[in-house]
């Protein structure tokens, strides 16, 4: 069976810092393109960024901003969020891509909220 799970969401300034991760397990974690997710109450689902073998793509919104890298060791991939703003407040959810943008496996998300 496979488990995403999202973790290090949580309340923080303006401005501040947050590190997701996502552990996975129950795939061969290698094979997949992972990718970040979020949701802000009252939107649509909105894609942030994905890391492949190596490269890395992001949404215009989060680029120079938010970084994504992965432990295939560790079958993790992390989201690590700097110079937070308050339109970065979202439910932030990790999915697991084995063929080009079909996710076939999704966490359950992870809270973050920025406060001014």
């Known amino acids: 069976q496979v488990q995403l799970v999202e973790s290090g969401g949580g309340l923080v300034q303006a401005g501040g810092s947050l590190r997701l991760s996502c552990v996975a397990s129950g795939l061969t974690f290698s094979s997949y393109s992972m990718a970040w997710f979020r949701q802000a109450p009252g939107k649509e689902r909105e894609f942030v960024g994905n890391?492949?073998?190596?490269?890395?793509y992001y949404a215009n919104s989060v680029k120079g901003r938010f970084t994504i890298s992965r432990d295939n060791a560790k079958n993790t991939v992390y989201l690590q969020m700097n110079s937070l703003k308050l339109e970065d407040t979202a439910i932030y959810y990790c999915?697991?891509?084995?063929?080009?943008?079909?996710?076939?496996?999704w966490g359950q998300g992870t809270q973050v909220t920025v406060s001014s």
């Open positions: 890391i492949g073998t190596t490269s890395t």
């Open positions: 999915a697991a891509s084995y063929s080009p943008l079909n996710y076939d496996y």
